[in-house]
């Protein structure tokens, strides 16, 4: 079978006439750099996740680039973020001058690991070279982190915390959407992501109004209430009238997609979980199931499975090959703590193809050439 990994035409066919009157109104009104559907996409998105505010960005990198900035994160501070993850996570406080702090991640789950955190924390009061200022937890694979005990802990260390939410949108916790969790929730519209535009886009959410108002201004070279007016080092942040256009027709569809996304990792979870570790469920909670990965014994184990299911034209993706920790970038500013839960995952974690737009032809298939493979 010709089983695509992620399928955007298909999803595209579907919502056609919706986008193309998105796509067609912005091209007679010209408005192309925050026209008026950015603003309607932000109060849209805003009351879909129930955040008090929603600020769109460029991209969900940008989205934590700004947030940080706002809180005048640099020089001599430490960013707490998970070792598993993309490298956004981390290239954006060693941007601004800070200096992330690397933390494991819950083996099952994938999600930072809370005991793990506060051992890191105290290492880093304890060496006395940083000042612990900021918490990044990052929902990942599409799962929510375990918020009410980094909350927990980032109130007592008095530290700000950002909801790295680039994969989870549409996800939620307790009952609650994600976008409330942290301080500030940082978005991705990546088109790979389950909300995605048809290129790079973000948005940030807060409950303070104060955050909202500093976040445009920042991701709009630092304007005060004119164009002309700079009240500080901003940058071009700003996400363009297209991409919101685009978004709005699929945010048309998105509560249906989640829902398939939900039944496809089911399937998966009943036809593999015999076979190979699936991911456990964060509990009370709700996943976006941006990614589905299994685990495999070991990193040879990885590789012969990888390469059986191309063969059988199933496609397949390793999120994540190297932890950031390992990698050449931040090696020199990592402090030498071991990570072996992270680097244990890298060896062993495959993605198996997850959309909305998978037949149950191709769920079948998917399943039963990974059982075969594994036999």
Known sequence: ???????????????????????????????????????????????FCGAAHCVSVSSGTDALQIAMMAEGIGANDAVFLPSFTYTATAEVPLLLGATPVFVDVDPRTFQIDPAHLQARIADVRAAGRLRPRALIGVDLFGQPADWPSLSAIAARENLFTIDDCAQSFGASLAGQKLGRAADATA???????????????????TESAERAALYR?????????????????????RLDTLQAAVLLAKLTVFPEELAIRERIASIYDRR?????????????SASAWAIYSILLPDAASRDRVQAALKVSGVPTAIYYPRPLHRQPAYAEHHDGAALPVSEDLAGRILALPLHPDLSNEAIDFICDSVVTTLK
């Open 187 to 205: 978005v991705s519209f990546f088109p790979s992501k389950p909300f995605g535009a048809y290129g790079d886009g973000g948005a940030l959410f």
């Open 272 to 284: 593999l979980g015999n076979v190979v570790t699936i991911p456990a469920r964060v509990p009370d």
């Open 217 to 237: 201004s920042l991701r709009t070279h630092g304007e005060g209430t004119t164009r002309y007016e700079v009240l500080r080092t901003g940058m071009n942040g």
């Open 1 to 47: 079978m010709n089983i695509p990994f992620l399928d955007l035409k298909a999803q595209q066919r579907r919502i056609e006439p919706e986008l193309r009157r998105r796509l067609e109104a912005v091209l007679a009104h010209c408005q192309f750099v925050l026209g008026p559907e950015v603003a309607e996409l932000e109060t849209a998105l805003a009351a």
